[in-house]
C-alpha cells in the first residue's frame, strides 16, 4: 500500500477481522500507517471463501 497524500510505502500497524451484520460479511481489515506525512488508511476486504451463507447461497444455473 502505497500513501496516496505523499505516495510513500505505508506501514502495516493492525491486522483484524471485522463483521457486517447488515451484510452478513466478514472483512479482513488492515490498518496502514504512513511514517511521512502520518496518514492512516483502513481497508476492509470481504472474506467471502471462509465464510459459510447457507441463506445466500444461488442456485445452480
Ligand atoms: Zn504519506
Known sequence: MHCPVCHE???IKRK?????R????????TLYH???CD???KTEV???EILI????QQPAS
Not at 16 to 20: E, I, M, P, Q
Not at 22 to 29: E, K, L, S
Request: hydrophobic share 30%; net charge positive; glycine share 0%.
Open 53 to 56: 451463507q447457507p441463506d445466500l
Open 34 to 36: 504512513c511514517a511521512n
Open 22 to 29: 447488515a451484510r452478513p460479511t466478514t472483512y479482513d481489515r
Open 9 to 11: 510505502q505505508m506501514k
Open 46 to 48: 470481504p472474506l467471502k
Open 16 to 20: 483484524d477481522v471485522s463483521y457486517n
Open 39 to 41: 496518514s492512516w488508511i
